[in-house]
């Protein structure tokens, strides 16, 4: 298994399809599990609300057997204090067996798994990436649908800052036969990364910004929500904010066995009038989300603690200003190709020299 998660295309789709099967046992048959983690501390730090994946994560290492310890307001921890990303993981890496990680900054997941003995997940850096959820997503469908393949999938809403969206588009772009539909406000399209990661990869999709002119094709309809944090200029948001509201109405001319998924919080883009059909599959989606994590926890624990090698101090040439090495600045240059674009391996925007 992958020493980190950082980005759902670090696991393997065979990894991806043990950890599926693990997760159902671990449904099946909880009782069994209780004690798959014992003596096991997971160290949650969370630098962004949450309450789905903090709490998940939380419960999945309990019915495992293990503990958590950590934090949900870096205000109450050494962050306060000027505290670097590198003096809190490597510290923490040695209290516990596991790092989960959320913070606002791009790549920060990335960068904290360079100075970690540890095994990091990513639980959402910034607008970047959000891989857990991915796997919750994809337990979904696959649970639903009985296959990965085949799917005109729907993502309608945030696709710029949604990083749930940037997880899945990735994964999902591994199975053949997908076409994404993806369904947005011109100023809410997908980032640039992620396009030129769907041409590198030969990926079909269309950029549309109506829903209602596509729902009966669909086989999966993802709705996310508007994402408010993100926004610099409030008006901005306000004027963006309803862009897409799911109705049951809206649902007359949509497939019968369609899914309709979501990430969750719900705000005000799906009615609560949606809730009750058989086609909603958010909650549930959130159950899984916990099954899965638990796989994720027990597979990814089995990894030794490792001291990480030595990095290079500094050089990045990244101009992102939400990448996270324009504050940690002793962060090593890490780049990489795409196709012929030359990108930032922490945030993956290209890097304009
Ligand atoms: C998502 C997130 O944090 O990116 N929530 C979650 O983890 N389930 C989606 C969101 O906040 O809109």
């Known amino acids: 298994m992958t020493r980190n998660l950082i980005d759902f295309i670090d696991i393997s789709p065979e990894e991806f399809d043990g950890l599926y099967s693990l997760c159902s046992d671990i449904m099946d048959s909880p ?37 958590v310890v950590g934090f949900s307001d870096p205000g109450s921890s050494s962050v306060s204090k000027g505290e670097s990303l590198k003096d809190t993981v490597a510290m923490m890496s040695n209290y516990a067996d596991v790092i989960v990680m ?163 919080p719900r705000v005000d883009e799906i009615s609560v009038d949606v809730d009750n059909d058989p086609r909603a599959l958010y909650f549930k989606q959130a159950q899984y989300g916990m099954y899965m994590r638990m796989a994720l926890l027990k597979t990814i624990t089995e990894n030794k603690p490792q001291d990480p090698d030595p990095c290079d101090i500094g050089g990045c040439r990244c101009k992102n200003p939400r990448c996270i090495t324009q504050s940690e600045l002793y962060l090593p240059r890490l780049e990489k190709k795409v196709g012929d674009t030359l990108c930032c391996e922490y945030c993956d925007k290209e890097i304009e020299l």
């Open 31 to 67: 009782e069994s599990f209780i004690d798959a983690c014992k003596g096991k501390v997971s160290a949650n730090l969370f630098y962004e609300p949450s309450t789905r994946t903090n709490l998940s994560f939380q419960t999945a290492m309990l019915r495992l057997g293990g503990s």
């Open 102 to 264: 959320r913070n606002p900054k791009e790549g920060a997941a990335k960068a904290a798994s360079l100075y970690s003995r540890v095994p990091v997940i990513n639980a959402g850096d910034g607008g970047h990436l959000h891989p857990t959820q991915t796997l919750a997503d994809l337990t979904t469908i696959r649970k639903h649908r009985g296959h990965l393949e085949n799917l005109n999938i729907g993502l309608c809403g945030d696709l710029k800052y949604g990083r749930t969206v940037h997880s899945l588009i990735k994964a999902m772009s591994r199975y053949p036969g997908v076409k994404f539909y993806l369904i947005s406000p011109r100023e809410l399209q997908i980032p640039d990364y992620v396009r030129n990661f769907m041409e590198t990869h030969n990926q079909k999709y269309i950029e549309i910004t109506s829903l209602e002119a596509t729902i009966d094709t669909l086989d999966v309809l993802y709705m996310t929500r508007i994402q408010k944090e993100r926004f610099t200029v409030a008006a901005e948001y306000n004027k963006l904010k309803n862009a897409y509201i799911l109705t049951k109405s809206k649902l007359a001319n949509a497939r019968p066995d369609l899914l309709i998924m979501h990430p969750l």
